[in-house]
């Protein structure tokens, strides 16, 4: 066999009481190319252990004092950062003994008298071990760099994404609000840091109020970009951007909800041009009148519970917004009465899980809303919350959100 390079050689440790058997081996092992370390008994071999771990080692079994498989034993219980290679030499040919030295910690075992050929086989054996252990080492402590890189990544991402939750809420400026004869309630819960839905309200004019929902398509960071600029189409602060008033004689006036919906959908497919699309309900309520005007494009159906407690689902349904640019919405045009309230609410609610495991749907919403029909504007939003979270341990799969208008009385002309 051809002597291995220095590039391959090893620190071979050769251990046994026969000076003569020692010499021996480590003659075989030098021709291979290998750097040889005697020891005559264990107990020296432990200490030259103890001040440098070698590659391999080859220990007689039988020796005086401290034997071979004691020898290997307080090797393996030695601190290291490198794994070494162990090889007994025996005589023993018994099973029970080989397994027990294999259970203590050897890794091969030559028997006596030792075949030079036999005892390079083993060595370039124990080579591939190392080699690939060796490897395998590099590898994780590579990974384990890339994991710190990542982490530091990671935090640094957690935190700006703490900072865009506490951004995002803060679009949500006001939960709850009353205007003459009906209050405005909002319920914003993402389901991580950053989330797609959006709720809010504005003032038309004097008696005369917009409250939408909004979901937009995925969730994290994308999606709460959108919601983003939809706060800014749909903002009370600046009604001269905000896409559902229109200028009048006197202030401003308001546009239809479909009209409203179909303006939306050409912004987002030709300004935007974005994959990211949003479902929309949006009310336009007269509160001298009652009257409601209302487009659901996408969105659940809204709910509308009246005095008695009776619970309706209304709106004409469409199709979400982003989506098609030729799509038509529809204005779908209700009355509340006195003691009358409207939901609007996102698929976070109606597609949460229900007490009997499918999703809460339409029937689901409806017991709720009978079961909290004296509740009132934060007390029912924390009621509606307090079940959900019954039914989903706590974790929702999607984001929560609801806006609830509750007409108490008609305003003065």
Not at 21 to 49: F, M, N, P, T
Not at 311 to 322: M, N, R, S, T, W
Request: charged letters at 25%; a negative charge.
């Amino acid at each position: 066999m051809a002597a291995s390079s220095a590039a391959t050689a090893r620190r071979i440790l050769v251990v046994d009481d026969s000076r003569v058997q020692r010499k021996i081996l480590a003659s075989q092992i030098a021709r291979a190319g290998h750097d040889v370390i005697e020891a005559s008994s264990a107990e020296e071999a432990l200490e030259i252990c103890r001040a440098g771990a070698p590659d391999l080692v080859i220990s007689d079994w039988m020796m005086s004092g401290m034997s071979g498989l004691d020898f290997c034993r307080s090797l393996r219980a030695l601190p290291s950062d490198s794994y070494v290679y162990f090889i007994l030499l025996t005589s023993k040919t018994e099973t029970a003994e080989v397994a027990l030295g294999l259970d203590i910690g050897a890794d091969d075992f030559l028997t006596k008298p030792v075949s030079g050929d036999e005892l390079r086989a083993r060595i370039v054996a124990g080579e591939r071990i190392l080699r690939m252990e060796r490897e395998l080492k590099d590898k994780n402590r590579l990974l384990e760099t890339t994991l710190g890189k990542l982490q530091l990544l990671y935090d640094s991402i957690d935190r700006d994404l703490i900072e865009a939750r506490k951004l995002q809420q803060s679009l949500v400026r006001e939960r709850f609000r009353r205007f003459g004869p009906a209050e405005v309630t909002l319920l914003l819960r993402p389901s991580g840091h950053v989330g797609g839905d959006l709720v809010g309200f504005f003032q038309i004019a004097e008696g005369r109020i917009g409250v939408f929902s909004i979901d937009v398509s995925g969730h994290g960071i994308t999606s709460a970009l959108m919601t983003a600029r939809l706060a800014g189409f749909l903002s009370g602060n600046t009604p001269e951007q905000n896409l559902a008033l229109v200028p009048a004689e006197r202030g401003y006036g308001a546009r239809p909800p479909g009209e409203l919906a179909g303006l939306l959908n050409r912004i987002v497919l030709r300004e935007m041009q974005t994959e990211t699309y949003f479902t929309l309900a949006y009310a336009d309520i007269d509160l001298v009148t009652g009257r409601v005007g209302l487009v659901q494009a996408g969105h659940p159906h809204p709910a509308v519970q009246r005095r008695d407690g009776r619970v309706e689902f209304v709106g004409a349904g469409g199709l979400p917004i982003g989506l098609i640019e030729c799509a038509g919405y529809e204005t779908t045009e209700l009355a509340l009465a006195p003691g009358d309230r409207l939901f609007l609410m996102s698929d976070g609610i109606s597609e949460a899980p229900g007490p009997d495991g499918g999703q809460l749907g339409p029937g689901g919403l409806a017991e709720i809303l009978t079961a909290c029909r004296n509740l009132r504007g934060d007390a029912f939003m924390a009621s509606l919350m307090m079940r959900l979270e019954a039914c989903s341990d706590g974790e929702f799969p999607d984001d929560v959100s609801g806006a609830l208008i509750e007409f108490v009385g008609r305003a003065q002309p």
